[in-house]
Nanobody, 126 residues
Framework: QVQLVESGGGLVQAGGSLRLACTASGRTFSTYAMGWFRQAPAKEREFAAAISWSGNKIYYVNSVEGRFTISRDNAKNTVYLQMNSLKPEDTAVYYC???????????????????WGQGTQVTVSS
């Protein structure tokens, strides 16, 4: 069982930056692939970024490529999402997700993740 707690959300102007953090409980964080998803009002949850347990495999949705950076610190049981050049369309609740992985793979689909955080709100004003 893994518990995930997100932090770092807030209100920012367009063009600004935020860094989200997701801290996991347990001693096996380094064996989990991690992902960030987001859900805007009246929209379905969508994939944003994912990182494999080693950090060697990283994927982004096209709309955030070049602006967002996912990283992890296995010693701190934490995955980060650095978000730069934020746009109003980035406004959403951001969720962290974890999946035990026996290969160096970073899932990009929500159903591939077993564990989810409670979400953190990111609001970008124009």
């Amino acid at each position: 069982q893994v518990q995930l707690v997100e932090s770092g959300g807030g209100l920012v102007q367009a063009g600004g930056s935020l860094r989200l953090a997701c801290t996991a409980s347990g001693r096996t964080f380094s064996t989990y692939a991690m992902g960030w998803f987001r859900q805007a009002p009246a929209k379905e949850r969508e994939f944003a970024a994912a990182i494999s347990w080693s950090g060697n495999k990283i994927y982004y949705v096209n709309s955030v490529e070049g602006r967002f950076t996912i990283s992890r610190d296995n010693a701190k049981n934490t995955v980060y999402l650095q978000m730069n050049s934020l746009k109003p369309e980035d406004t959403a609740v951001y969720y962290c997700a974890a999946q035990r992985s026996y290969s160096d793979y970073a899932p990009t689909r929500a159903f591939e993740y077993a564990y989810w955080g409670q979400g953190t709100q990111v609001t970008v004003s124009s």
